[in-house]
């Protein structure tokens, strides 16, 4: 892994071709990664740097490593392509706004990447069998269901049925996972797809997320908001 005081913002757009041209496989193919690998899920991410590097530097940055090494988790994984995407995102707003800009990880208070990363970690460990089926055209039948993710934010979690042929849930079924940002407009979601799943490590379980998952923390502008604050706050 990259060290924390060298990773800067030019790496991660500098990663924006090999993005796109070299991960797809691994992003949009359910299946194609072992089910089984013998570590933590801190040790898959740095096990597959070229998809977490930056996944990784973040939960060490946010305090959440531990969290990730020794608690028994399921981590939906964002990929480094969110970060990159969400940071530039962010620079864009913060440029025009008259702030400084992100260079490095460590610009980004940790509270804040302590906010976002908690959104994907939940307790226990839960593969796809173990939540219930969503149908986005008729969520009165198929909801899913809430969860709370590991700081208590509230999170729609539910297994799409897929169709065969034009038969109406017999095909192969995907995880996905919903930002909910007000409780009290349950279904106004910011979704999310699992590309890989049920990746069984000695302390949980990961699902990686598509590269449908744009941003981190899924919210790019309250992201930006919070940064935005935060550099306000300090004087940058």
């Known amino acids: 892994m990259y060290s924390l005081k060298k990773y800067s913002l030019l790496l991660i757009i500098a990663l924006t071709g090999l993005f796109a041209c070299k991960k797809d496989d691994y992003y949009l193919d359910s299946g194609l990664a072992n089910p089984y690998f013998k570590g933590n899920v801190v040790d898959y991410l740095n096990a597959k740097p070229f998809y977490f590097d ?26 480094d392509y969110s970060v990159q995407n969400l940071i530039v995102w962010c620079n864009n707003s913060l440029y025009n706004n008259g702030y400084d800009t992100i260079r490095s990880l460590q610009d980004v208070p940790k509270e804040i990447w302590r906010k976002y990363l908690s959104f994907y970690v939940f307790h226990g460990a839960n593969q796809l069998k173990d939540y219930p089926q969503i149908d986005y055209s008729l969520l009165i039948n198929f909801p899913g269901q809430t969860y709370y993710s590991w700081d208590m934010q509230p999170m729609n979690i539910g297994v799409v049925y897929n169709s065969d042929n034009g038969v109406k849930y017999v095909g192969y079924r995907q995880l996905s996972i919903s930002y909910i940002p007000d409780i009290s407009r349950p279904t106004n979601w910011m979704t999310s797809m699992v590309a890989s799943c049920n990746i069984i490590t000695d302390n949980g379980v990961v699902h990686v997320l598509n590269a449908g998952h744009n941003y981190f923390g899924f919210d790019a502008n309250k992201f930006t908001q919070d940064v935005q604050a935060a550099f306000a706050s300090s004087g940058k």
């Open 54 to 79: 930056t996944i990784a530097a973040i939960a060490k940055l946010a305090d959440m490593e531990n969290i990730l090494k020794s608690d028994t988790v399921t981590f939906f994984a964002p990929t």
